[in-house]
């Protein structure tokens, strides 16, 4: 989204589904800015969940 600041709570999504939860490591406009690297610092994830090896 638009409104995401660094350090809030910010969901991961692939395919318009949650995949993840974590903290903004960058703010929105900086993460438009980049084409790849680390955006959120990933806490909890359905992988830990379900033990699948890919989603």
């Given at each position: 989204?638009?409104?995401i600041r660094i350090?809030?709570?910010t969901p991961v999504l692939y395919k318009n589904k949650v995949i993840a939860?974590?903290?903004a490591v960058?703010?929105?406009n900086?993460?438009?800015d980049f084409k790849r690297?680390?955006?959120v610092r990933v806490r909890d994830s359905l992988k830990s969940h379900t033990g699948e090896s890919s989603l």
């Open positions: 989204g638009k409104n350090a809030s709570d939860v974590g903290k960058l703010s929105s900086m993460i438009s690297g680390m955006a």
